[in-house]
């Protein structure tokens, strides 16, 4: 089997705040896994030190057989991050931004060009293009913004709160294209708030206080909390 995340003991440490406290957790090629905890919980934190933006404290984690410790510039290469802030520059045009980040993970010339538009006619906004992003509405951003992230083909997604404050038709529309991308192989790691959108996940986790309390498929999970949904795992775990 082959394993896309592999965290051993993962733990990081603000001084004398201890932000995620020696999690371990595997997550297959191919996986949708969901993070989930209430503000605070450490997940942003847990994603930062796999992505390779923050050093843990301590414990360590191979992303997509990448160590963080002494490989992150790899790493970078190999990943697709999407903020829940929108991360794209509203003065550009579509294709503008996307060409920008295409620059950046060094996608050659000859292929940019063919890759914007073939991910800008998968969302049907190929006429877009060359519209300003400001101009945009948000859901729209937010798939550019999951397109983008995915533009030089990585292996694997971080995505924290890819669809905070956008519209239930607009969650599902961009669920369509999760699935469609760990279809192909690419393991997505996604934080939510919603917990309908935690059901659409393989497996879903639950931190709290920095730690990762409940591990499992929402079938195992409700099962093992004798509800009938994952909001109701939730509420029955932060009332426990």
Known sequence: MTYSIVADQLTKQFGTFTAVDHISFQVKRGE?????????????????????????TSG????????????????????????????LYNDLTVFENMQLFGTIYKIPRKELKDRIYESLR???????????????????KQKLA????????PDIVFLDEPTSGVDPIVRREFWKLIYQTASQGVTILVTTHYMDEAEYCNRISIMSDGQM????????????????SVDEVFV???NR
Request: no cysteine; hydrophobic share 45%.
């Open 60 to 87: 360590t984690a191979t992303i997509a057989g990448y160590d963080i410790l002494t490989q992150s510039k790899l790493i970078k290469k190999h990943i697709g991050y999407m903020s829940q802030r929108f991360s």
């Open 122 to 140: 998968s969302l049907d906004m190929e006429r877009q293009a060359s519209t300003l992003v400001a101009s945009i509405p948000l859901g729209w």
């Open 146 to 153: 999951f397109a983008t992230a995915i533009l030089h083909h």
């Open 236 to 238: 029955k775990f932060v």
């Open 213 to 228: 309390k409940l591990i499992g498929t929402p079938s195992e999970l409700k099962e093992q909390m004798g509800v009938s």
């Open 32 to 56: 949708i896994f969901g993070f989930l905890g209430a503000n605070g919980a450490g997940k942003t934190t847990a994603i930062k030190m796999m992505s390779g933006l923050l050093l843990p």
